[in-house]
């Protein structure tokens, strides 16, 4: 019974495993220039716009589809914010407030056709690809619309205020080093309030060396990670809103009726709309929700790069979708986490940046990230076969 604990805890947290080897590898074929502060801090950074929309692609892929429409929205969205604050002197938070609102339109309108028009979700998305795509065009005239001022730019590139300590030579910034103090805190005290309440109504519970060595790892890679940013630059603002955001639908999906529905539709639509569950609601509210968060990596991505381009998001919609797929979502929707999608974003972008630190073609690049998605989806079918 113990060995099958083993085992379960092992394919649990078999990503993160996946993903500390890999940027081990990195780390090793780059003579660690993957392990320098300003390069974990690139790695955050270039990766928040596909943490966002990783965490809302799950929910379309737990549905047993997905949405390819999302890198057009995008850059549609970050076509519109720019223009608005360029052209037309709105102001920063309005420009926001109104591209998000242009983002939630265009995932009700791809909603609508999904959910009450019973249009498959890869042709409304792909038309939406398309559109979102040509609209972009039209707006930027095919230009590049910058430079953008350094209040738009703040949410893509900049720091919240440091403290710094220590030495002239060596300082680090004392609010990192506080979070990572608090979020250590808080991770044992939701993992012995799980042990707790397993104890209490009789459920089994690990071993206590496999809670201890789970604790080590997450929190090795958190104090990696935090002291990084601590010895660089300090907190990236854009780190902020990426946890703020993950634990919103981290909750969303595992304490709400709302989640709860979208994990019965993956598992069987038919017997979901049997039991009550309106499953018309649920397909237009997470396609609803993917526009959503499509404007606010937008503005996160034309923040980044302080312009908004025609090609801005090319491609985005495979990097969200093979996240999703690489942190242990199934293709026939009903199983995977807020968390397993984030951890594949992150194992995207550690193959990303190495292999540029090493110096391999774009070419090479999307064949060894077609093979890993590849070998990842492999491998969760063939585990299903022999279950």
Wanted: hydrophobic share 55%.
């Amino acid at each position: 019974m113990e060995s099958k604990k083993v085992n379960l805890d092992m394919k649990k947290y078999g990503m993160i495993l996946a993903m500390i080897a890999i940027f081990l590898l990195f780390n090793i074929l780059s003579g660690g220039k993957n392990a320098t502060p300003m390069n974990i801090n690139n790695l955050i950074m270039q990766n928040s716009y596909v943490v966002i929309l990783a965490v809302g692609m799950l929910l379309c892929v737990l549905t047993g589809n997905v949405d390819l429409g999302v890198g057009s929205i995008v850059a549609l969205t970050g076509a519109i914010c720019a223009i608005m604050v360029l052209d037309y002197g709105v102001s920063v938070p309005l420009a926001f407030l109104i591209v998000i609102v242009v983002g939630l339109l265009c995932g009700m309108f791809a909603g609508f056709f999904i959910a009450y028009l019973d249009i498959p979700p890869f042709i409304v998305t792909l038309a939406t690809m398309l559109m979102g795509r040509g609209l972009t065009y039209v707006a930027l005239k095919a230009q590049t619309k910058g430079p953008l001022p350094n209040a738009y730019t703040q949410i893509g590139a900049g720091y919240l205020p440091t403290i710094n300590i220590g030495t002239a030579e060596a300082p680090l910034d004392l609010l990192s080093i506080l979070v990572a103090l608090v979020i250590s805190l808080i991770i044992i005290f939701f993992e012995l309030k799980s042990i707790r309440t397993k104890k209490k109504y009789g459920f089994a519970t690990n071993p206590l060396w496999q809670i201890v060595a789970k604790l080590v790892v997450i929190l090795a890679i958190l104090w990696f990670f935090m002291m990084k940013l601590a010895s660089y630059r300090g907190m990236p603002i854009v780190l902020v809103l990426m946890a703020a955001l993950i634990v919103i639908y981290q909750f969303i999906t595992s304490q709400t009726v709302a989640g709860r529905h979208i994990y019965a539709m993956g598992g069987n639509a038919k017997a979901a709309r049997l039991s009550g569950i309106n499953t018309k609601k649920v397909f237009f509210w997470v396609y609803t929700n993917m526009g959503l968060l499509s404007a606010i990596a937008g503005i996160v991505l034309s923040a980044r790069n302080a312009s908004a381009t025609p090609k801005a998001g090319d491609g985005f919609e495979m990097d969200a979708i093979a996240s999703c797929y690489i942190g242990g979502a199934a293709t026939s929707g009903g199983i995977g986490t807020i968390i397993g999608a984030v951890v594949g974003a992150f194992i995207m972008g550690i193959l990303n940046n190495g292999m540029s630190l090493i110096g391999l073609s774009t070419d090479i690049q999307k064949v060894v990230k077609g093979c890993v998605l590849l070998g990842a989806v492999t491998v969760d079918l063939l585990s299903k076969r022999k279950k």
